[in-house]
């Protein structure tokens, strides 16, 4: 008989196809469509990307103009979807809200039959275009100021800090954040984008399949990492800290937050632009974050070659994408609304890729509970399980 192999996490499984990024991990690369990282992060704007994503070629400058009017276009938020917000705990977790208002958006899209709306480039524009817009409505109203409407002729980047402050943001700062967002658009079959494509398999629509990757997003061990990094950074409060922070974390059987990658087994390639930037917007105001968080770096370095040897363990995107956000003025529990901003772009573009050639994504599990049984009538069942009828018992005190 031949045995099952059950691939936990379904590590090294190849599960599809897509053109739209390559990870190398062995070699720390990424590419988007066959370009290098490394060439884009620092040449190319986030809406290049979002073209590139979305219609398979870089643009040239009409194509990307054409483009500019339509996210503009597209940037304003419903008004009842504003004031949705407006009645919303003002303690609500960033990520509770955006997840909602992302399901949300499809509420006030012309549906087709059934209930589905069209899953096409033209709704893949609506979701990228407003993903910023609601973080940074939410982030004015959680501090009970009035949202603040998109302005035409910025980019996505300098659009979303002058929507959060009110003000047109230094050139610096629209670079370091349009930067990130060019870092964080794709990331060939991570954990979200897998759930949205698995999601559209089923021709669930791209409002649907969006949900799924944005619900997928918020755990740490994908993109909830960099508010945790932060919150470290914060807490170690100086950069001789670091060293001793990290054993006593790695002592309590903690990770260390965005450290380790399931692909990579190098350095991230993305790190070493998020780390620049990190350092030259440190450089223009606090260094202070970029120090510690380089010191963390290196004192993770350390412990971890020591207490695990061999793991290969190093910095991931999530690293330095803490002080580079937080050196923007953006508050730690947003930063993986940051990480959705970019990544709607990779999210969509796989929906779209996924429905253009679609097979229902359905696996298998091997069955380990008990084997059929005969169905007991209930007054013939007795004091049931080690805690009997109780089922305060059962549900603990958590
Ligand atoms: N800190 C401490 N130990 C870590 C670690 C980290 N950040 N990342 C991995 N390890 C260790 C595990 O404890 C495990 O050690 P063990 O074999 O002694 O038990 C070993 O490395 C393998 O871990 P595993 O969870 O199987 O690897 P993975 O491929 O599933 O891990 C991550 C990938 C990202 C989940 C993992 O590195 C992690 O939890 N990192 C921290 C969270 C984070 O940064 N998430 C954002 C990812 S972009």
Redesign the pocket.
């Known amino acids: 008989m031949s045995q099952t192999i059950v691939d936990r ?1 379904l ?1 090294g499984v190849v599960v599809g196809q897509t053109e739209l990024s390559n990870v190398d991990g062995e070699a720390g690369r990424l590419t988007y469509r066959g370009y290098d990282i490394h060439d884009l992060a620092p040449h190319a704007g986030f809406e290049e990307i979002c073209y590139l994503m979305l219609f398979g070629q870089l643009p040239n400058k009409y194509q990307l103009a054409d483009l500019n009017v339509r996210l503009t276009a597209n940037r304003m938020l419903p008004q009842p979807l504003i004031d949705w917000m407006q009645s919303m705990p003002r303690d609500a977790w960033p990520m509770d809200v955006l997840r909602t208002m992302i399901s949300g958006l499809a509420l006030f899209v012309p549906y087709m039959e059934e209930g589905a709306h069209a899953s096409n480039p033209r709704a893949a524009i609506h979701l990228i275009a407003k993903t910023p817009s609601i973080v940074a409505a939410w982030d004015r109203i959680r501090r009970d100021l009035d949202p603040i409407d998109p302005l035409p002729n910025l980019s996505t980047a300098a659009n979303f800090l002058y929507m959060r402050s009110g003000e047109i943001p230094i050139k610096a700062a629209e670079r370091a954040l349009d930067a990130y967002l060019v870092l964080l658009a794709d990331h060939s079959y991570n954990a979200s984008t897998f759930a949205g494509r698995v999601t559209a398999s089923t021709r669930a629509d791209i409002f649907a399949a969006a949900t799924s990757a944005i619900a997928t997003l918020e755990g ?3 993109g909830g ?1 960099p508010g945790k990094v932060m919150k470290m950074i914060l807490d170690i409060g100086k950069p001789e800290r670091a060293e001793a922070y990290v054993r006593e974390l ?1 002592a309590r059987g903690e ?8 692909e990579y087994k190098v350095r991230d390639p993305r790190a070493q632009h998020l780390e620049t930037m990190a350092r030259e917007l440190g450089e223009a105001s606090d260094p202070k974050w970029y120090e510690i968080a380089r010191a963390l770096e290196d004192a993770a370095n350390k412990v ?1 070659h020591e207490e ?1 040897p061999g ?1 290969r ?1 190093y910095a ?3 690293f330095y994408t803490a002080p580079t956000l937080y050196s923007l003025g953006i508050p730690a529990d947003e930063f993986t609304c940051m990480f959705a901003c970019g990544r709607m772009a990779g999210w969509t573009a796989h929906i779209l890729e996924q429905l253009a050639d679609n097979r229902l994504i359905r696996p298998q599990a091997t069955y380990t509970g008990p084997p059929v049984m005969p169905f007991t009538p209930i007054d013939q069942r007795g004091r049931n399980g080690k805690n009997g009828n109780d089922v305060s018992s059962l549900l603990g005190s958590a």
């Open positions: 996490g590590e740490d061990l994908h990492a790695l990770r260390i937050m965005g450290m380790g990658h399931r971890l695990k793991k363990i991931n995107v999530e």
